[in-house]
């Protein structure tokens, strides 16, 4: 394993600031860190599509045609080009009604939010690709949980907002496990880790939405507290967590042919067809599922003298203090997810994956229901 490659942190930390240095910056002027992350003046407008322009080789030859094509006006045709102005790119196509957030009246909102939190602060801010995806992170000190002697879970509180269209202006609240990053973001069924609105975001929006998200991240924040605490209490051994990921990740038992391990849910078995050739359930293959369940075993048992120590993100025991507990078996799981499914080449596919992909979250939430479940726990 090559050790400088080793790349587990909260996941907004792997993206660089390629300008400006952040260390003299006041963390509490909301405005002074919009500027020293470049998220200032976009002045991000819509304009009307009225014409395409295409290019095209030319057969036989390497010569490119351009053509330009006038978009008739129409009830089907009202798209614009949402762009950033100041430096003349369009972040998306979207229909006529769509209105853009400006990044001053939503980090406006994250000014409003950071009030009703003592000694609140930012850490991070920036933006994915040209500017689609914007967001803020907000450090909440004394607002943490504690689990064991230990095991600590700070809370940050995160602000986002879409301007290719793929989202709305976005509160989360964002607990961070301190010894392995896991981002322990779930759907609880009283309470939600995040308040969203449509793309406005007036005055009075501003002050109504966030009054709202802290009333919610209150509640949540005792659920996730009392979640905590009770899987803490009980007992996980690695059959435990072996059975949670079948019933999680595993193939239908009863239209597969699979023995049943839990919850209807069986692993791939390893059989050839009529032609010979290994047997596909859906593009999973027997020996993909085995391996990435013993990626799992490992991370929960700190165990890495197999086939698959090379793939060890970090020389940490990201389970120290929560072995056999099935708060270490839900922290096993949701390290599982966030580091070593998909790939991650891309810092800022990784922020993207962890903190807004819609499938990412469900799966994440898919963790902690199956969790929850296997114990009888009922929130």
């Given at each position: 394993m090559n050790?400088n490659?080793i790349?587990?942190?909260?996941?907004?930390?792997?993206?660089?600031k390629?300008d400006?240095?952040?260390?003299?910056i006041n963390?509490?002027?909301?405005q002074q860190v919009?500027?020293?992350?470049g998220?200032?003046?976009?002045n991000?407008?819509?304009?009307e599509?009225?014409k395409v322009v295409t290019?095209?080789?030319v057969?036989?030859?390497n010569q490119?045609?351009?053509?330009?094509?006038t978009?008739?006006?129409g009830?089907n045709?009202d798209r614009?080009?949402?762009?950033?102005?100041?430096?003349?790119t369009?972040?998306?196509f979207?229909?006529?009604?769509?209105?853009p957030?400006?990044?001053?009246?939503?980090?406006?909102f994250?000014d409003?939010l950071?009030?009703?939190?003592p000694?609140?602060?930012?850490v991070n801010?920036?933006?994915l690709?040209?500017?689609h995806?914007?967001?803020g992170?907000?450090?909440?000190?004394?607002?943490?949980f504690?689990f064991g002697?230990d095991?600590k879970?700070?809370n940050?509180?995160?602000i986002a907002?879409?301007?290719d269209g793929?989202?709305?202006?976005?509160?989360?609240?964002?607990p961070?496990?301190?010894?392995c990053?896991?981002?322990l973001s779930?759907?609880?069924?009283?309470?939600s880790?995040s308040?969203?609105?449509k793309h406005?975001?007036?005055v009075?929006?501003?002050?109504?939405?966030?009054?709202?998200?802290?009333?919610q991240?209150?509640v949540?924040a005792?659920?996730?507290q009392?979640?905590g605490?009770?899987l803490f209490e009980?007992?996980c051994?690695t059959?435990?967590?072996?059975?949670m990921?079948?019933?999680?990740?595993g193939v239908?038992?009863s239209?597969?042919?699979?023995l049943?391990?839990y919850?209807g849910?069986?692993?791939?078995?390893?059989?050839l067809?009529?032609?010979?050739?290994?047997?596909k359930?859906?593009?999973m293959?027997?020996?993909?599922?085995?391996?990435?369940?013993?990626?799992l075993?490992?991370i929960?048992q700190n165990?890495?003298?197999?086939d698959l120590?090379d793939?060890?993100?970090?020389?940490?025991?990201?389970?120290d203090g929560?072995?056999n507990?099935m708060?270490g078996?839900?922290n096993?799981l949701t390290?599982?997810l966030d580091w070593?499914?998909?790939k991650?080449?891309?810092?800022?596919k990784i922020v993207?994956r962890?903190?807004?992909?819609?499938?990412?979250?469900k799966?994440r939430d898919a963790?902690?229901?199956?969790v929850?479940?296997y114990?009888e726990?009922k929130?």
């Amino acid at each position: 394993m090559n050790t400088n490659e080793i790349t587990l942190a909260k996941s907004w930390e792997l993206i660089s600031k390629e300008d400006n240095s952040s260390k003299d910056i006041n963390w509490q002027d909301t405005q002074q860190v919009m500027d020293t992350f470049g998220l200032s003046n976009w002045n991000v407008s819509v304009e009307e599509v009225s014409k395409v322009v295409t290019k095209s080789l030319v057969d036989g030859t390497n010569q490119i045609l351009e053509q330009s094509w006038t978009i008739p006006k129409g009830q089907n045709n009202d798209r614009v080009v949402v762009v950033r102005k100041d430096i003349g790119t369009g972040l998306a196509f979207r229909t006529s009604q769509y209105t853009p957030v400006q990044n001053e009246e939503l980090f406006e909102f994250g000014d409003v939010l950071m009030k009703q939190f003592p000694n609140a602060k930012w850490v991070n801010a920036g933006k994915l690709g040209d500017g689609h995806k914007v967001y803020g992170i907000m450090e909440l000190p004394d607002s943490g949980f504690l689990f064991g002697q230990d095991d600590k879970v700070d809370n940050y509180l995160t602000i986002a907002n879409g301007h290719d269209g793929s989202m709305g202006v976005t509160a989360m609240i964002t607990p961070i496990r301190i010894s392995c990053t896991n981002q322990l973001s779930f759907a609880l069924n009283n309470a939600s880790h995040s308040i969203r609105t449509k793309h406005t975001l007036k005055v009075g929006d501003r002050i109504a939405l966030a009054k709202e998200s802290v009333e919610q991240f209150q509640v949540y924040a005792k659920q996730m507290q009392v979640i905590g605490d009770n899987l803490f209490e009980l007992p996980c051994s690695t059959e435990d967590i072996r059975k949670m990921y079948v019933g999680l990740n595993g193939v239908d038992s009863s239209k597969e042919d699979v023995l049943e391990v839990y919850n209807g849910k069986g692993r791939p078995e390893d059989k050839l067809g009529e032609d010979g050739r290994p047997i596909k359930y859906g593009s999973m293959q027997s020996k993909k599922f085995d391996n990435a369940e013993e990626l799992l075993v490992n991370i929960y048992q700190n165990r890495w003298d197999n086939d698959l120590k090379d793939q060890r993100r970090t020389l940490a025991n990201t389970m120290d203090g929560i072995e056999n507990t099935m708060w270490g078996g839900l922290n096993a799981l949701t390290e599982h997810l966030d580091w070593y499914q998909g790939k991650y080449s891309d810092s800022s596919k990784i922020v993207e994956r962890q903190m807004f992909n819609s499938g990412h979250q469900k799966k994440r939430d898919a963790i902690l229901d199956m969790v929850l479940d296997y114990n009888e726990i009922k929130v």
